[in-house]
């Protein structure tokens, strides 16, 4: 007698679990930041046949299969194998990273990812940026469609790299065929996360240019990795924005975080900002500040329609934020040590600023004495 056919035993015997037909996903990054959160759901998710996580150490996800190898090694190609899906998030945006070393990791790294995953017979790449690849323009439309031209410029930071991935993404399917490219641009991002925009939150007054037109909008991690999950799943694809619902003023996120505005002129805010970070005192360049100048809110229509919601709002995500930088002070972008802080604080982040000008007359003195 012939044994019954295998879905015929599983329907006798409802205690065999179903074999999970989702795809295979290698996740770069996978050992921290955005990168951890995401392989931990897609291990947990019954979507998900199995997830290969790679990066230069080892995780906590148990459940992953973990390769151990910088990104831009080619050996990367053969890591791949079997997987159907790559969400490559082994990018280096710190503020403290040397700003050529960066841009060699990320650039490289992802032109290796997008090459190894076309060997290995992988369908589709998944790519974060963010929404600042738009641009922060004072005529920017509240919110800007996915499809508005990407204006940038290299000014800030990271935003040099990430106009260049996204070229790398465009051009992939046309280099390899069969390749599809999905790339997910997140806005101002919370939650375990240290940007410009973040420590914009530590000064001890928001700084607000004189006839600037500022509108914040923020996206959690834990949304970003739902709307990467939609990604791998193949709900929805080209290129998507993600964040919360709507935007808030300046003067709700100054009435909501309780902190008060220092307005300047924009000659003496952007004019600070350079000279600081041409001596090297602060890490952000001028061209971050635009982000907190003019507005770069972005749609969400192409999640919308495939049936994704964010599960965080404006509010919530700027509570959380100002929660995880309690304690801290920065000012112009540089993160002060307690001792500093204090002084900052008795002084107020106005001095701070104004005297930008004697710090950089101190420093040069200091130069010419060595």
Same mark, same amino acid.
């Given at each position: 007698m012939s044994s019954p056919d295998p879905q015929v035993r599983a329907a006798r015997n409802p205690s065999t679990p179903a074999p999970v037909r989702g795809p295979v996903v290698a996740v770069t990054g996978a050992a921290s930041g955005v990168g951890a959160l995401l392989t931990e759901r897609l291990a947990t998710s019954e979507a998900i046949k199995q997830v290969i996580a790679i990066d230069e150490r080892r995780g906590d996800c148990t459940q992953a299969q973990w390769h151990i190898l910088d990104v831009r090694d080619p050996a990367i190609a053969e890591k791949l194998r079997g997987a159907d899906v790559v969400?490559?998030?082994?990018? %280096?945006?710190? +503020?403290?990273?040397?700003?050529?070393?960066?841009?060699?990791?990320? #650039?490289?790294?992802?032109?290796? =990812? +997008?090459?190894?995953?076309?060997?290995?017979?992988?369908?589709?790449?998944? *790519? &974060?940026t963010s929404a600042m690849v738009y641009g922060a323009l004072p005529d920017n439309e509240l919110p800007l469609s996915e499809d508005a031209e990407l204006r940038a410029t290299a000014e800030a930071t990271g935003v040099g790299d990430? *106009?260049?991935?996204?070229? *790398? @993404?465009?051009?992939?399917? $046309? @280099?390899?065929?069969? !390749?599809?490219?999905? #790339?997910?641009?997140?806005?101002? +991002?919370?939650?375990?996360? %240290?940007?410009?925009?973040?420590?914009?939150?530590?000064?001890? $007054?928001?700084? #607000? =240019?004189?006839?600037?037109?500022?509108? /914040?909008?923020? &996206?959690?991690?834990? %949304?970003? &990795?739902?709307?990467?999950?939609?990604?791998?799943?193949?709900?929805? %694809?080209?290129? !998507?924005?993600?964040? &919360?619902?709507? /935007? +808030?003023?300046?003067?709700?996120?100054?009435e909501l975080s309780g902190i008060r505005r220092m307005e300047l002129p924009s000659t003496v805010a952007l004019g600070a900002a350079a000279r600081l970070h041409r001596i090297g005192l602060t890490p952000s360049p001028a061209g971050d500040l635009a982000y907190t100048m003019y507005p770069w809110v972005v749609s969400v229509s192409r999640l919308h329609d495939a049936g994704w919601r964010p599960q965080w709002t404006n509010e919530e995500v700027l509570t959380e934020l100002l929660d995880e930088v309690s304690g801290r002070r920065t000012v112009a972008g540089r993160r002060l040590g307690r001792k500093d802080a204090t002084a900052a604080g008795a002084a107020g982040a106005t001095v701070a600023l104004l005297g930008a000008a004697a710090v950089v007359r101190r420093a040069r003195k200091a130069r010419r004495r060595i």
């Open positions: 969400v490559h998030l082994a990018l %280096d945006l710190d +503020l403290e990273t040397d700003a050529a070393a960066r841009t060699a990791y990320n #650039v490289r790294g992802t032109q290796t =990812v +997008l090459t190894a995953a076309a060997a290995a017979g992988v369908h589709r790449v998944v *790519l &974060c990430l *106009l260049e991935v996204e070229r *790398l @993404a465009r051009r992939a399917p $046309r @280099a390899h065929p069969g !390749l599809n490219v999905t #790339v997910v641009r997140p806005a101002t +991002l919370v939650g375990g996360t %240290d940007t410009a925009l973040t420590r914009y939150f530590e000064s001890p $007054r928001l700084l #607000v =240019v004189a006839g600037s037109r500022p509108a /914040w909008q923020f &996206c959690h991690v834990e %949304d970003l &990795c739902s709307a990467l999950e939609y990604a791998v799943l193949e709900k929805v %694809d080209g290129e !998507l924005a993600v964040g &919360c619902e709507g /935007w +808030l003023e300046q003067e709700e996120v100054e």
